[in-house]
């Protein structure tokens, strides 16, 4: 299942994509609380049986952390409910209200989760990158964090900040956490995963050469996009056999494989779980393949009109534009 955060008439909203569809979950549960919708259980098993687990909740959460903090389990019926939704509408049934659906591709996007407790990114962790960079690979490993300042909404732009004329890309896997967590044993790890997604770690190369160290030069505005939903985590047979890529104005820059990270993803999680406490919502960023703009001949840095987009096999792809930091925006 792919659960999105959007806007609909000024209001953020969550929403399931069916196809080329958004189910909105909040007119989903106007639905289930009308009489037509709950004589329409009685005489479906199979609708009664996707829609009895909502009898755990008041009401179906109206942000993501909220989504999230449901379970994975709870999770799963609610893509079975929201699937049998769009059979039952695609067959045109009467009672299913039109605006229970937005299509996709004319619908604002937010990032899935706009707040997140905290965002948590790992440096060097292809060993190729690594390499590329001037450095062994690491033997621990190097966490960094970003600001939720810096989120960036799919399709919005990344704004160049006048202080820095080195601004590059970084395509990565995102993992999202859905459980609270310490001291988390590598081989229960994956028990805390509610889902991935997609996010490109902007970055000011000059300010990190200036520096000495990452912060500032990654977490200018706009330089963690995120997006452009979040694939629960049912959906991924094996997070560690996605081909990642990203293109800069539709040619590839980076093009690898998850297969190649140092550290797996549950010993990231494991790993930093012994200091760091895990709460819903997390982000981990599990760092970037090689072919980075800064270690190309000769290095390749973003500039105004530019589009960059990070493809990660299964997840799906985040795009986003590139101004420079006067050109304003529509909030």
Known sequence: MKVVTFERNRELRLGVVEGNRILDIKELSHLLKGRRMRNEMKKSDRLRSAAGFLSEVSELPQDMISLLQNGRAWLKNLGKLASITTHLALEKKSWIPENLFLRLDSTR???????????????????????????????NP???????????????????PSISQQVDYEAELAV??????????????????????????????????????????????????????????????????????????????????????????????????????????????????????????????LKPGDTVSVSVQDVGTLKNTVVDSEKRWPA
């Open 109 to 139: 996007l937010r990032s899935p989760i706009l707040q997140p407790p905290k965002i948590i990114c790992v440096g060097r962790n292809y060993s190729e990158h690594a390499r590329e960079s001037g450095h062994a690979p690491p033997a």
């Open 176 to 301: 999202v956490i859905g459980r609270r967590g310490y001291k988390i044993p590598v081989e229960k790890a994956h028990e805390y995963i509610a889902g991935y997604t997609l996010t490109n770690d902007v970055s000011a190369r000059d300010m990190q050469e200036a520096d000495g160290q990452w912060f500032r030069a990654k977490s200018c505005d706009t330089f963690a996009p995120l997006g452009p939903w979040i694939v629960t985590a049912d959906e991924i047979d094996d997070a560690h056999h996605l081909r990642i890529t990203l293109t800069l104005n539709g040619q590839v820059m980076q093009d690898s494989n998850t297969s190649n990270l140092i550290f797996k993803i549950p010993f990231l999680i494991s790993y930093l779980s012994n200091s760091v406490t895990w709460e819903v919502g997390d982000i981990l960023a599990t760092g970037t393949p090689p072919g980075v703009g800064l270690h190309r001949t000769p290095p390749v840095f």
């Open 142 to 160: 190097i966490f960094f964090s970003k600001p939720n300042s810096a989120i960036c909404d799919p399709g919005r732009p990344i704004r160049l």
